[in-house]
Every structure is written in C-alpha cells, then in structure tokens.
C-alpha cells in the first residue's frame, strides 16, 4: 500500500518534467477538440496522434495518448448537451436528459453535471487503476503459455461478443484481424504464409496500416460516400457552466455509486469499453433509479449516469492493457501499438521492470482528469468553434494525417498502398455494418495469441485438452463460452419476444 | 425480395470464396517437416476454418430464415447495439448516397500514392487537399487554395522540421520546387 502510494508519488514528480506535463496538456486540448468534432472518433484522433510521436520518448507519448482517450470521453459532451451532435456514440445518452435540459432553458446547469460527472468517473477511473493493477499484474505472474492463450482468447472473445452490433459480423472481423497478423513469415517454422511472392507481403502486415486505414481513411470514405451532409454549426454563442451545490449533488450519491462501479466493470472487461457503459449506466437509471418515471425530461441522473460510466472505463482499460498486455478498446488498442513500436511489451513485468513509466501514468490520469475539467469549464468556448469548419476540409485533412502517419513509420511507400487497401475495406465494414475494432485487435493480438498457442502445443505435446485442464486456464475458457453463449441467449430470446409480440398484434388486429 | 437477399449475402459468399481459397494455400506452405510437428499452417486453417463455418451460417440464416429486418435484435440486447450499430439485417444503403463522389474520393486517394514520388510531397500535397475538397462539394475557390497550400506548407515544415521525417521531395522540375519550397521555410 505505502509502496503504491510511493511510487505515485514519484510519478506525480516525474510528471513534472516539461516533456510529460506538455504531452498532458496538448493530450487534453486535441482529446477535446477530436471528441467536439462529429467527423472524428476518439480511436480516429488517437490513431493520427501517433507520428508526431515517433521520436517521443514512451512515458511522454502515453501521457499524451491516455490524456486523448480521457478528455475525448467528455468533449462530446457539450457538443450533445447545446447542439444536439454527438460526437462519439458514447454521447448519445446525454441526448435524452442533456439536451432536454438545455432545451428547458438550463443548458449551464446541465453542461455544471456533466463536469462534476467527469470529475467523479475521471478521479474513481485513476484511483481503481492504481488500486487494480498490482494485483491484477501479481496474478498474471503466475501464468503460463496456456494462461497466456487463454486470456488473450478471452481479450479477443470479449470484443466479438460484448461490442454493439451483430456477433456474426464482429467475428467474421476479428478472423480477418487474425488472419492479416499471418501474413508473412511464421515466427516457429519460419515459413513463408499468404505473401504470394509479393514483396510487400514478405514483411508482413504492419498493425498501424491496418488501424490507420481502417479507422481514419475509412471514415474519412464513408463521409464522403454520404457527401459530407453535417451541416457546419456556429459554435459561438452563450456557453456557460454552473455547477451545482454540494447538497444537490449528495441527493444523486447512489445513481454516483452504481455508475461507478458500472464504468470501472465495463473498462475491465475487454470489448464492453466507454459506449456499453455509457448505455447501461443509464439503462440501469431508467429501471432502478429513484427518478425512473422522469428519465428523458432532462433530470441530473440522465446526464450523471452516463457520463460517470464513460469516463470511468478508461482506467479499466488501462489496467489490463498494462498488467497483461491485452487491450480491450479501439482506444486502447492503438495504445498497445505506441508501446510496441517503441519496443516496450506491457504485461506483468512491467509493473516491476518500468514502474517509474507506470506510475507517472497513473499520476497524468488524475492530473488529467482535473486538467479536462478545468479546460471545460474555462475553454471550452473557443474549442466549440472548431464546430465551424466544413466537414469536407476537415476530412481532407484526416487523410493526409492518415498518409503522413504510415509514411513517418518507415519512409515507405508501400506502406501508402495498404493505407489505401485497408482504407478501402474500411469504408466496406462500415457499409455492411462490419465493426473495425475487432480486426484492429485480432491484427495486433494475432501474433501474441498464435505464439502461445504453439508454445503450449510444442511443451504439452499437442495435447489441446491443456486450455481446459489446468485451473486458470480453464476457469478462463469457461468465461470465454459463457461470453459468446449469453448474448446468443440474449438474441434467441429477444427474437422469441418479438415474434411473440407480432402474433399477439396479427391475433388482436 | 431475392435482389434483397442476394445483396445480402455477397459480402459473406465473396469472404467465404476467399476462405476457401486461402485455406487451399495452408497446405502448400513450405517448411521442413518432421513428425509430430503441427506445421505453420494449423494456428490460419483454425481462423479460416471459423471464417467459413460463420459465413455459412450467415449465408443459410440471411438465405433461409430473414424475412425482413427486424426491430432490435441486438447481440447485447442493450440500448447501445440500437444507437451505435444499427441492426444487423438493415440494408447498407445510406454508406454511398454519392458514388460517384465516392469513387471519385478513391481514385484521387490511389493518383496521390501513385504521383507522390514523381510530384514531391508539397506538391502532390495541394493538389490532394484542393481536388478532395471540390470532391467533397466545398465550393469556396478562396478558402481551397488557401488552406490547402498553408496546411501542406504546415505539414513540410512540422514533419521536415521539427519531427524530422524525410518526406518525398519528387524528380526533375518538381524536385527544384519543393528545394525552393524547403529554402523557404528554412529546411536544409
């Protein structure tokens, strides 16, 4: 406990250094400004942060990124609450008591929720990952090659199964994540797979391509292919932020406690991230809250609620993709990514090889969190003018970000040419409704997943009862079939409800 | 009904076409074999085994069993699937209500890469900016010109400059401009 607090304390200092407290500043404004603007998704404006950061040293750049995925959860926010545009799907919720509230004429108190909102899920979110992730990392110790695969299968299960949308489509796109991370040579035998004799695809598949692509070149194809329809919208006007009394905030301190713990849950669990709990926060206000019968008029809870449960899932995150390695968010994925290409492998060691990086992390979170909530409530005004600009300028420059990002990589052109590929097959998973995360962590955890895979098999003789046989392991994999078999149940039943509801409106008509 | 059906299953009958041919390719990779080794080709004939099984079931569940898209059937049954992700059975329409902006959108993305080497990156740089934003139905001549020369000056001097990234500076007479544009900016 006193190390912990130790430690922290050290990472308060460290964050002091010029680099580090630049990177939390410029993370916090561009988390906003990407957040406010609905052309640009958190994962997007994270994903083209990474080339100015190429010749970043790793704590800097995380600092930066994790103040990006912080801020982004609130940003939107006002955006929703005075505009009616959501800029993530996260901010959806805040429609229904947000804007109902501003449109009856309280805007300043409903933008004065949010912020004690993001405060509390900000502040609650850098406290469980500091609390989570030694135990989390003194666990994960003790895992072998089967552990290994298993969590990893379960990382890779949790975002098939927990994302929004159809589970069929979401691992059709992790089995062509999966299968992009075998392209080229075969790290046990050496071989040479799916490359075709195309120099290109002897290298391999680089994992940034494939989110850059698909994230920032894709959306930027599906904007256009609707013809850049947002309308720009004058950001100038009043806005203010009146925060509410401490003894009005007390009377919410239950609707504060089950967002909460909705949040931090959500984070930990690989797949559910900022948009799930954002929405089950609130779902669970509109079944169990107090107010219940009042959610959508614009009362407080339909604003705390979700807000609290999206900030708060950003240190859930955190903790897994530090204390295993495995990234459970688009977000958080691309964090992976920073640290792999600084050659920096997150996992159980990490707590005890880079603890000084770890905690100067968890340090920037809290600061970050007061940081966002200050540039809230003092700027946010002129950041809402960014609202402004036409969509199509703004995406034109997404695309170059896009090319100038895998072009800083490695000075390759060929690296231009997958941009374009999976910029294309990007735009194609939105068409058809393919959800993009799933490939982007099947591309990344592919390698990690196949490696321990035929680690286990070489040291267990093939025998593959091993994932079931040994107790975390096993305990794991039963997870793993529970969270692809509830939302199964989940869809059986609802199609059972909904045809039961079309005979009984065939029968009364 | 069947256009619709049909519509529906061509992306899951070109993945699974694709499957199956990659799977034909996993038996044809070269490695020195000895026995009792699983081989390179088990960890991908696992992936495009699930591929296939999963595009078959979708192609008999669209084939077969949709009749039309329902209200919500949503895999987590929360409120999230019905706002982030429409459901599943829902026509993908509205992706292209322009495709001919689309198309022209890709091909002015595939001449940027192919003339990027030869034009230098300033150059091939504004004339991306400027021709995406008449694409994308921006009409103000003014504003076009002027930030897509100021952004792709913008982008020369923090990316040549301050991040040091080398960026393609073109041949012959395109190359004496972008030496002209790095003098400029004070780029040596």
């Given at each position: 406990m006193f190390d912990v607090l130790h430690q922290l304390a050290l990472g308060f200092h460290h964050l002091l250094s010029v680099e580090n407290a630049a990177a939390l500043v410029v993370g916090l404004i561009v988390g906003m400004l990407v957040a406010v603007l609905p052309g640009l998704t958190l994962v997007m404006g994270v994903v083209l942060a990474l080339p100015f950061t190429y010749g970043m040293d790793v704590t800097p750049l995380i600092v930066l990124l994790t103040a990006m995925y912080l801020s982004g959860t609130y940003g939107g926010a006002f955006t929703s609450i005075l505009f009616r545009i959501p800029g993530e799907p996260l901010d959806v919720p805040l429609l229904w008591d947000g804007y109902t509230m501003a449109r009856n004429g309280r805007p300043a108190q409903a933008l004065g929720w949010t912020l004690l909102a993001a405060l509390w899920g900000g502040l609650i979110t850098a406290v469980s990952a500091v609390a989570l992730a030694v135990p989390f990392a003194k666990f994960a110790l003790r895992f072998d090659a089967p552990e290994y695969f298993a969590i990893v299968l379960f990382g890779l299960t949790g975002a098939v199964a927990l994302g929004s949308g159809s589970v069929t489509n979401a691992l059709v796109s992790l089995c062509i994540g999966l299968l992009l991370a075998t392209?080229?040579?075969?790290?046990?035998?050496?071989a040479d797979r799916f490359s075709f004799g195309v120099p290109m695809l002897t290298d391999g598949v680089e994992y940034l391509t494939v989110m850059v692509g698909a994230y920032g070149l894709g959306e930027v194809l599906a904007r256009m292919g609707q013809g850049f329809a947002t309308t720009p919208v004058d950001g100038g006007g009043k806005i203010e932020t009146s925060l509410p009394r401490w003894r009005e905030t007390w009377r919410f301190k239950a609707t504060v406690a089950r967002s909460s713990v909705i949040g931090v849950l959500c984070g930990i669990v690989p797949g559910a991230g900022a948009t799930v709990g954002s929405f089950i926060a609130y779902g669970v206000e509109v079944q169990h809250g107090k107010r219940r019968a009042q959610m959508?008029?614009?009362?407080p809870e339909g604003i705390i609620a979700p807000q609290i449960a999206s900030t708060a899932t950003v240190g859930g995150h955190m903790v897994p993709l530090l204390a295993l390695g495995i990234p459970g968010s688009g977000a958080t994925a691309v964090i992976l990514g920073a640290f792999l290409l600084h050659g920096v492998q997150p996992g159980p060691q990490i707590l005890q090889n880079e603890a000084g990086m770890v905690y100067t992390i968890f340090a920037s979170m809290f600061a970050a969190v007061i940081g966002m909530c200050l540039l809230g409530y003092f700027a946010i005004k002129p950041l809402v003018r960014v609202l402004r600009l036409p969509e199509a300028v703004t995406s034109a420059f997404v695309a170059l970000f896009c090319f100038v990002g895998a072009y800083s990589a490695r000075n390759s052109v060929t690296d231009l040419w997958m941009i374009v590929i999976f910029g294309v097959v990007g735009y194609l998973f939105e068409k058809y409704r393919f959800p993009i995360a799933p490939m982007v962590l099947g591309c990344i955890l592919g390698p990690v997943a196949e490696t321990s895979f035929m680690t286990s098999m070489i040291a267990y003789q093939n025998d593959w009862t091993i994932f079931f046989t040994r107790p975390i392991s096993g305990t794991v994999m039963v997870l793993i079939l529970l969270a692809l078999a509830v939302p199964c149940v989940s869809r059986l039943r609802a199609n059972h409800r909904a045809r039961r509801a079309t005979a009984v409106e065939a029968g009364g008509g | 009904m069947v256009t619709d059906k049909l519509k529906a299953v061509v992306p899951y009958a070109t993945l699974l076409a694709g499957a199956a041919f990659l799977y034909h390719e996993t038996g044809r990779f070269a490695y020195a074999a000895k026995p009792g080794e699983l081989g390179p080709g088990v960890w991908p004939k696992a992936i495009l085994l699930l591929l296939i099984a999963v595009c078959v079931y979708e192609i008999v569940r669209r084939t077969l069993f949709v009749r039309r898209a329902p209200k919500c059937v949503a895999a987590t049954e929360t409120l999230a699937a019905d706002a982030a992700d429409p459901a599943p059975e829902a026509p993908p329409a509205d992706a292209a209500r322009h495709p001919y902006r689309l198309l022209a959108g890709i091909t002015l993305t595939v001449l940027y890469v192919l003339v990027l080497d030869t034009l230098g990156f300033f150059l091939a740089t504004a004339l991306y900016l400027a021709l995406f934003m008449v694409v994308g139905r921006y009409r103000r001549a003014g504003v076009i010109a002027a930030t897509s020369v100021v952004g792709s000056l913008a982008f020369v001097f923090v990316f040549m400059k301050v991040v040091y990234v080398s960026l393609p500076l073109g041949t012959g007479p395109f190359q004496a401009v972008s030496v002209w544009i790095l003098g400029l900016l004070g780029i040596r």
């Open positions: 392209v080229g040579v075969d790290p046990t035998y050496g959508g008029s614009g009362i | -």
